[in-house]
Structures are given as C-alpha cells and as structure tokens.
C-alpha cells in the first residue's frame, strides 16, 4: 500500500500559502496507519498542515526517499522481518538520500524495546514509541516536536548558506578598488540574501572632509538609480531618509548611547531595532556599514513582501562582516597607496609607472613617449650639501616638471634622482624637459642651478612590457648622461645591441675581477733632457682564461658605466702602490708611480679617504702618488672637484691632466684647477712628423709653462720625437721608443739595466 493525504483543514489550507510539513509512515502494521491518519486529521503545526505519505516496507521506500528532498518527519517501525527494513533503511535514508535534517521517530514493538544507544545517535533518531503511545493527543505532540527539530535544521541550514554566501561575496569584493563598485556590490549582496528585487541605495561619506564630512548616493540600484550622486539630505523620500538617519545616529552614538526604541514622527511605525546596525518598518531597512572613525556608508533596502521578515542575526552578521571588510579595504587602499607611490616628492613610484606603461601598451602606444631625466650629479650635491638639501632639490625639481608638464602626461620618480614622463609625444616635447631647468630652482631661498639629462623612447607599435620599454628609455637616459649631458637622446634598436654586448662584457669583467684576470703593467716615464726615469703609469690588462687580451679602451668604459669602476680603480690602486714599495724595497724605484683614475671615481664620496689608505698601506708618502685625471672631469661640479683635487694635492699627491687638447675643457677651467701636470695626447706626438704637425704639441708646451705646469708628452715613437719635443721645452716623455708598458717582473730587469 501506498497512499498520501492532507490531513487539513480546507478552509484553513486555502488561506494559507504555506506548503504542508511532509509526513512519511513506514509500517507493515495497517493499525499504525490509521491510528496517525485519524490523529492527524485537522492538525496544524506551526500554521501548516501535515502531509502523510504511507507505505509498507514491501513497497519502494528506498526509490521514494531518494525523490524527496523536504521531509519533515519519517515514522518507522524497527519490527518488521521484511529484509532490507530496520537499520539497513536508516542506512540508506541518512546516507544515501541524504535526508540529514529530516527527524526519525521509530515505533518499537514494545515500551521496553529500545533501540541501542550507538543506533540512536548514529543515525540521529529522534524519538521512539510504541504502538500504544499513538493517541490522536500524544501523536500530535510527537508529530509537534519533530517538526519543530526539522525547521530548526532548516533554518540553521539557511543561516549557514547565507553565511557562506555572505563570507564568500565579501572575498570578492575586496578586489573592488574604488568604493562606488564596492558599495554596489554590498547592495547587490545584500538583495541576494534577502532575496528581494534589488531596490536599493548606499550613501557613502566622504572621508576627505573627516567624521563631519556629507553622505552622498555612491550607488543606486532599481528604481533608485536615478538618484546616484544625490547628497543624502536631499533625498527625496521621507521614509527612507528617517532610517537611514536612525542607522547613522545611533551607530555613530552607539558606544555613548545604548539602543532606545525609536519615537516614530507622524503615522509611521516605529523602526525595528535590529542589533546597532539595522532598522527597519515594513517598507524597507537601512543597515549601517562601517565604523565612524573610519569609511563607513548607510544601506537602505526595499522589502517586498512586509511579512517575509529578515533574519536579523544573519542581518547584523552581514553588517558585521561588510564593516570589516570595507575597513580591510581601507586598509589594502591604503597599503596600495603606499605601495604605488613616493612619499617625499609626492608623485607615484617606479612600480606604479611600470604599471601604467605596461596599461598603455595594452591600449595602443600610437604617438607616445616614455621619457626619463636624470638630474645631473645628484648624489655628489647630495654629499655634499646634505641629504636634506637632497630632498629638497628632488622635491623642487619634481615641482618645476610638473609645473611644465601639460594635464594628461604622467609624472612619477622611478629612481632616487630619475624621473619618468609617459605622455602624447606632440604633448611633451623631449628638449622641454631637460631645459626646464634652465633657470636656478630656488632651495632654502637660494637660487641652485641643477643640470638634467634625458633618454626617452618613442613608444613602438606592438606587444613589449612597460619594464622593457622603461629599459629602452634608460639605455638611452645613459648614453645622454655619457655623452650628451644636460641634453635628450632619443633610444634607437642598435643601442640595445650595445647595451647588450656591454652587459655581456660587464658580467665577464666581474668574474675576472674574482678570478684575477686583471693585472698592471708599467710604462716609464722619462726627463727628454737627461733620460732619467722619473716615474710610472700603471695601466691594466686583463688576460681572460684562454689567455686574449682585452684592450683596456673596451672594458674600462664599460666598468665605468656601472658601478665597477670604483671596486677596480681601487684595486688598481692597491696593485700600483704596492709595486712602487716592492720596487722602493729593491732600490729601483722612481720617484713616483702614475696612476689613471676615472671621473666616476673622482665623484666618489670616499675616494680621498680611499687613496690615503692604499698610500698607508704600502708606507708611501702622498708625494709617490699622481692622479691622471682627463678633461672630462669638467662634468663634475667644480666646487666638488677643486675641493677633492685641493684634498689630494695638500695630501702630496700631483695631478696630471691626460690626454689633454682631445677633450671639451675650456682653457678658464684648466686654469681654475689645481694641476701639476698636462699630458700632451700621443696624436699630437705621432702628427710631429707631419709638415706644421708640431704645433698643437708647441702649443701644449707653451701653455703648460705659461700656466707653470710640467708637461709630459706621451706617445713617442722614435727619436726625432723625443728631439723635436725636448727642444719645444718639454719636460718629460713616455713612449714605445722609451719602453712599452712592462709587467712587473719586465719592469724590474728593465730598472735594474736602466
Ligand atoms: P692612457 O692613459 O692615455 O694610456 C696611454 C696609452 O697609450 C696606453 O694604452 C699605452 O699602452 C699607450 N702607449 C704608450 N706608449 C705608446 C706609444 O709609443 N705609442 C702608442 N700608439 N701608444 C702608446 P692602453 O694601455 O691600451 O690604455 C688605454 C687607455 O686605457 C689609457 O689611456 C687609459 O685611458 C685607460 N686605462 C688604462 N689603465 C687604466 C686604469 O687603471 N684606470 C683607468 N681609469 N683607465 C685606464
Ligand atoms: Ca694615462
Ligand atoms: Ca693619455
């Protein structure tokens, strides 16, 4: 048998639209069957009427219960001898069908015949009786109980997806970075649990005029959208504005003031106070969403059906978990903030830049240029005249471009004194940036004139990152600073290939550096007039593992491009004072070893401190040493230079100014500059053969004496040189024709028969 029926009142079903609570009898006892049916005739529990579904275990129980899916109660008998009954049923209802939440009442033979305690809690049994407890008055209050059990599961369920729900839709929104989108989607979320058509609205506050600042429409959904942007004391609706003011008061007062029931104006009903973030009257609710301190925003909803009343636990648990997330937002906006931009010159960082290049790639690079200034010998003004006046020359340079950069071009310091411009090329005019500080920036009310260098990159058509394209500007940002200082060049494809090349060199030289494959060699220096060596020019070598010989013109470049130079000056330093004490030892010594530094070097902060200490080292007084220095030290801020050439020279050291007549230095400079020495460039010597070829080098001569300086010329080749310079009155020479530089053990025989 199997059979269903309604046991309800038809009046009272018609007025309600609750659906029946679902009974199900399994028995093989006809007698069970009608005791329930009878019992349940007209019942109503909880406003609903039951439904009974009746079978016997000879029929399909099992293909029955896998069709449910609301079962509110299923009474079983645990006697019957049919096979597949009893505990093997229960098995499979809990387990297979799933029916978890549905409550098990079992009808035992008799009182005394019990289920076991482990059966009772393991398949979650309810409650059991005996055939004699089915009274129509007793059956309802199992009936009753049961059910109560089942809609308390129900509804826990629900809390419990809710919850979920609301826990997952708030990961999701972390990822809205601007507040409109987030406090759409908390309106969103929150008609999705009330399950309500979206007529909804959140005010926001705006933070930036602190807790006093006005609430304003920052989302709108349904047929609220057409008042986003409102203020919220102009909205139009008095309901709604009323709770929406409740939420705020006493949110914002809820630490001071504990809950008091609302005194409700004119014929509105009072709000229903929900916990301190949610009120609401049959129309609708607002939510308070937020902490006053911090961001916080007003939520107000419109509930469709008045009698469908929210769960106001799950209500102030969506509040709660909506606040903590708008303050975590707060705070990952703030993280990002910090993340993306530069704090002292108040523009956006490296990162942020990159980022934006790699933004525009992807739009379309048509007509764009990414530029880079530098300014020109930062960190020795920064040494100079303090970290502080560092700053503050970053801060006023990064004032005068934005002062000249059009609305639309971007800004951001991308390094500690490189600036990056990404913009519409016609916008920026690359020659604009470097000459925006032509005129003095003025710092700590004096006016500072600073020089700036700039690489930029037209940006070219087709899939390439931002950093490749940052890299491209740089390459080009340090060719300018090489050899266009104070002016823009433009990156073309074949610096790349150089640059590549360059770097290629450059991780080479630093494992020859650790596998000392460098070494010096040491080329005499003669009087013209009595042949008498008077001193050395240390120059490097590197003999690579296969035993080539790099020329020092390719790789001293490169080690000066990056930092290289300085680890190696020194240990160039190190290695020539060194051999001129081993040479001291040996009586053979001149009076003083030369050594080639570079303008990196000379720019380094501790390069006075660095010389004194390779001196000391090797017990050589300041007098053993001289510098060569080339012109194009004039790069360097004189006020630096004079002050570490003054440094070197009260030291003892001598300066000679090498290859002098091949550079840019005016004639005023090398006057201002504390020199001992000019060395006339080999090509001059080598054109001495030439018809009139010896008047560059004559006028070296002249010069160097007018200026009370000694003059060495290098370079020469074969005795008519070395005459026609001695008789022009110069003072020393170096050359081939005098020796070739020597390694040490060379040098050494070389002294010894000299
Ligand atoms: P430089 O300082 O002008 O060095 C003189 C160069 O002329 C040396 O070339 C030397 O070998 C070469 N030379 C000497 N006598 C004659 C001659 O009679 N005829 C000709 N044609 N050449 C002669 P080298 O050793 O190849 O050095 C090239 C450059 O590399 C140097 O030019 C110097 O600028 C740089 N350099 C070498 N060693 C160092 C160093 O330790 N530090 C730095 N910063 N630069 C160095
Ligand atoms: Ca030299
Ligand atoms: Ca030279």
Same mark, same amino acid.
């Given at each position: 048998?199997?059979?269903?029926?309604?046991?309800?009142?038809?009046?009272?079903?018609?007025?309600?639209? +609750?659906?029946?609570?679902?009974?199900?009898?399994?028995?093989?006892?006809?007698?069970?069957?009608?005791?329930?049916?009878?019992?349940?005739?007209? !019942?109503?529990?909880?406003?609903?009427?039951?439904?009974?579904?009746?079978?016997?275990?000879?029929?399909?129980?099992?293909?029955?219960?896998?069709?449910?899916?609301?079962?509110?109660?299923?009474?079983?008998?645990?006697?019957?001898?049919?096979?597949?009954?009893? +505990?093997?049923?229960?098995?499979?209802?809990?387990?297979?069908?799933?029916?978890?939440?549905?409550?098990?009442?079992?009808?035992?033979?008799?009182?005394?015949?019990?289920?076991?305690?482990?059966?009772?809690?393991?398949?979650?049994?309810?409650?059991?009786?005996?055939?004699?407890?089915?009274?129509?008055?007793?059956?309802?209050?199992?009936?009753?109980?049961?059910?109560?059990?089942?809609?308390?599961?129900?509804? @826990?369920?629900?809390?419990?997806?809710?919850?979920?729900?609301?826990?997952?839709?708030?990961?999701?929104? +972390?990822?809205?970075?601007?507040?409109?989108?987030?406090?759409?989607? $908390?309106?969103?979320?929150?008609?999705?649990?009330?399950?309500? /058509?979206?007529?909804?609205?959140?005010?926001?506050?705006?933070?930036?005029?602190?807790?006093?600042?006005?609430?304003?429409?920052?989302?709108?959904?349904?047929? @609220?959208?057409?008042?986003?942007?409102?203020?919220?004391?102009?909205?139009?609706?008095?309901?709604?504005?009323?709770?929406?003011?409740?939420?705020?008061?006493?949110?914002?007062?809820?630490?001071?003031? /504990?809950?008091?029931?609302?005194?409700?104006?004119?014929?509105?009903?009072?709000?229903?106070?929900?916990?301190?973030? $949610?009120?609401?009257?049959?129309?609708?609710?607002?939510?308070?969403?937020?902490?006053?301190?911090?961001?916080?925003?007003?939520?107000?909803?419109?509930?469709?059906?008045?009698?469908?009343?929210?769960?106001?636990?799950?209500?102030?648990?969506?509040?709660?978990? @909506?606040?903590?997330?708008?303050?975590?937002?707060?705070?990952?906006?703030?993280?990002?903030?910090?993340?993306?931009?530069?704090?002292?010159?108040?523009?956006?960082?490296?990162?942020? @830049?990159?980022?934006?290049?790699?933004?525009?790639?992807?739009?379309?690079?048509?007509?764009?240029?990414?530029?880079?200034?530098?300014?020109?010998?930062?960190?020795?003004?920064?040494?100079?005249?303090?970290?502080?006046?560092?700053?503050?020359?970053?801060?006023?340079?990064?004032?005068?471009?934005?002062?000249?950069?059009?609305?639309? $071009?971007?800004?951001?310091?991308?390094?500690?004194?490189?600036?990056?411009?990404?913009?519409?090329?016609?916008?920026?005019?690359?020659?604009?940036?470097?000459?925006?500080?032509?005129?003095?920036?003025?710092?700590?009310?004096?006016?500072?004139?600073?020089?700036?260098?700039?690489?930029?990159?037209?940006?070219?058509?087709?899939?390439?990152?931002?950093?490749?394209?940052?890299?491209?500007?740089?390459?080009?940002?340090?060719?300018?600073?090489?050899? %266009?200082?104070?002016?823009?060049?433009?990156?073309?494809?074949?610096?790349?290939?150089?640059?590549?090349?360059?770097?290629?060199?450059?991780?080479? +030289?630093?494992?020859?550096?650790?596998?000392?494959?460098?070494?010096?060699?040491?080329?005499?220096?003669?009087?013209?007039?009595?042949?008498?060596?008077? &001193?050395?020019?240390?120059?490097?070598?590197?003999?690579?593992?296969?035993?080539?010989?790099?020329?020092?013109?390719?790789?001293?470049?490169?080690?000066?491009?990056?930092?290289?130079?300085?680890?190696?000056?020194?240990?160039?330093?190190?290695?020539?004072?060194?051999?001129?004490?081993?040479?001291?030892?040996?009586?053979?010594?001149?009076?003083?070893?030369?050594?080639?530094?570079?303008?990196?070097?000379?720019?380094?902060?501790?390069?006075?401190?660095?010389?004194?200490?390779?001196?000391?080292?090797?017990?050589?007084?300041?007098? %053993?040493?001289?510098?060569?220095?080339?012109?194009?030290?004039?790069?360097?801020?004189?006020?630096?230079?004079?002050?570490?050439?003054?440094?070197?020279?009260?030291?003892?050291?001598?300066?000679?100014?090498?290859?002098? &007549?091949?550079?840019?230095?005016?004639?005023?400079?090398?006057?201002?500059?504390?020199?001992?020495?000019?060395?006339?460039?080999?090509?001059?010597?080598?054109?001495?053969?030439?018809? %009139?070829?010896?008047?560059?080098?004559?006028?070296?001569?002249?010069?160097?004496?007018?200026?009370?300086?000694?003059?060495?010329?290098?370079?020469?080749?074969?005795?008519?040189?070395?005459?026609?310079?001695?008789?022009?009155?110069? %003072?020393?020479?170096?050359?081939?024709?005098?020796?070739?530089?020597?390694?040490?053990?060379? !040098?050494?025989?070389?002294?010894?028969?000299?």
């Amino acid at each position: 048998m199997m059979s269903s029926t309604t046991a309800t009142d038809p009046l009272r079903c018609a007025s309600s639209q +609750l659906p029946a609570w679902r009974v199900l009898v399994i028995d093989d006892d006809p007698e069970v069957h009608d005791g329930i049916r009878d019992a349940s005739a007209g !019942l109503r529990l909880f406003d609903r009427p039951l439904e009974l579904v009746h079978c016997t275990h000879g029929d399909n129980v099992r293909a029955l219960l896998l069709g449910e899916a609301d079962l509110a109660v299923v009474m079983m008998d645990l006697v019957s001898q049919h096979a597949g009954g009893g +505990l093997a049923l229960l098995d499979f209802m809990r387990h297979t069908a799933g029916l978890r939440k549905t409550r098990l009442v079992l009808r035992t033979e008799a009182p005394h015949c019990v289920p076991d305690l482990d059966t009772l809690l393991r398949y979650d049994i309810s409650d059991y009786h005996s055939k004699t407890d089915l009274t129509p008055d007793r059956w309802g209050a199992i009936a009753a109980r049961s059910v109560q059990g089942y809609q308390r599961l129900c509804a @826990f369920e629900a809390s419990r997806r809710s919850m979920e729900a609301i826990v997952c839709s708030s990961t999701a929104l +972390l990822e809205h970075t601007d507040l409109s989108a987030f406090a759409t989607g $908390v309106i969103t979320q929150l008609a999705a649990l009330l399950g309500v /058509p979206g007529q909804a609205l959140a005010c926001v506050r705006d933070t930036t005029a602190g807790p006093s600042g006005t609430y304003r429409v920052q989302a709108a959904t349904g047929r @609220f959208a057409g008042l986003l942007d409102l203020p919220m004391a102009a909205l139009p609706d008095a309901t709604m504005l009323r709770l929406l003011h409740r939420a705020l008061d006493t949110r914002g007062n809820a630490l001071d003031n /504990p809950v008091q029931p609302f005194a409700a104006p004119g014929v509105l009903p009072p709000p229903r106070c929900c916990g301190d973030n $949610v009120f609401g009257d049959d129309r609708g609710l607002a939510l308070y969403i937020g902490s006053p301190g911090d961001q916080d925003m007003v939520v107000f909803i419109e509930l469709a059906d008045p009698a469908i009343g929210p769960d106001r636990q799950l209500l102030d648990f969506f509040c709660v978990s @909506f606040s903590t997330l708008l303050r975590n937002r707060g705070l990952l906006e703030r993280l990002r903030r910090s993340a993306y931009s530069d704090p002292l010159v108040s523009l956006p960082n490296r990162a942020y @830049f990159i980022e934006k290049v790699g933004e525009c790639v992807q739009r379309g690079t048509e007509g764009m240029m990414l530029a880079l200034v530098d300014i020109d010998d930062f960190s020795a003004t920064n040494e100079m005249m303090g970290h502080r006046f560092g700053d503050r020359l970053l801060s006023a340079v990064a004032q005068r471009l934005a002062e000249v950069l059009p609305a639309g $071009v971007m800004l951001a310091r991308v390094g500690p004194d490189t600036f990056g411009i990404l913009g519409p090329a016609h916008m920026v005019p690359p020659q604009q940036l470097p000459d925006c500080v032509r005129d003095p920036l003025t710092i700590n009310d004096t006016p500072h004139k600073v020089s700036m260098t700039c690489g930029y990159v037209l940006l070219p058509q087709g899939a390439r990152t931002g950093d490749d394209l940052v890299k491209d500007a740089t390459i080009a940002l340090k060719r300018a600073k090489r050899d %266009h200082r104070g002016q823009q060049l433009q990156y073309a494809a074949h610096m790349g290939a150089e640059a590549k090349e360059r770097a290629v060199l450059l991780s080479e +030289l630093r494992k020859a550096i650790e596998n000392a494959e460098l070494f010096l060699v040491y080329q005499p220096q003669v009087d013209l007039e009595t042949g008498n060596v008077i &001193g050395l020019e240390a120059l490097l070598r590197w003999r690579t593992a296969d035993g080539r010989l790099v020329p020092p013109d390719q790789f001293i470049p490169v080690a000066e491009h990056s930092s290289l130079i300085l680890p190696l000056g020194q240990r160039a330093l190190e290695m020539a004072c060194q051999t001129l004490r081993e040479l001291q030892m040996a009586g053979l010594a001149p009076a003083r070893m030369a050594v080639n530094v570079s303008v990196v070097q000379l720019r380094d902060p501790g390069f006075f401190g660095m010389v004194c200490a390779a001196l000391s080292a090797n017990g050589l007084a300041g007098h %053993h040493l001289e510098l060569e220095i080339t012109e194009s030290v004039v790069v360097l801020p004189t006020q630096l230079l004079q002050s570490t050439l003054n440094a070197l020279r009260a030291h003892g050291v001598t300066i000679a100014i090498d290859d002098f &007549g091949t550079g840019y230095s005016s004639l005023s400079y090398l006057e201002r500059l504390p020199l001992d020495r000019i060395k006339i460039d080999r090509t001059f010597v080598q054109q001495l053969d030439a018809p %009139h070829g010896g008047r560059v080098a004559e006028m070296v001569v002249q010069l160097g004496r007018k200026l009370g300086l000694q003059v060495l010329a290098e370079g020469i080749e074969n005795a008519a040189a070395w005459q026609a310079l001695q008789a022009m009155g110069c %003072h020393h020479g170096q050359g081939y024709h005098i020796a070739y530089p020597m390694e040490k053990t060379d !040098l050494l025989r070389w002294l010894a028969q000299s």
